[in-house]
């Protein structure tokens, strides 16, 4: 980022990925169908989800990608507000 990396994949988080998939297609947008994928955190916990790609072209060229994640977002993502509390 420091040297113009310039812009990456995004996404758009949907509750229901498959329903998304119909809807695009309906619309006549060549969509993916969902895929199922996850990893493992080096402390041993399971993260899953499942993602569709909008559009023919790599994830991240035009349009964003689906996600649905899985796992419960607290066990996930763990924002830091530079030592500020949030909630």
Known sequence: MQVDGGFCA??????????EVQRLRA????VSAPVGNGRQRPDG??????????GTEPNGTFFPFLIHDLTPREQRAFPDFGGVTKG
């Open 10 to 19: 995004w996404a758009v988080r949907e509750k229901d990925v498959a329903a």
């Open 27 to 30: 619309a006549g947008i060549a």
């Open 45 to 54: 916990a399971r993260l899953d989800w499942e993602t569709a790609r909008v």
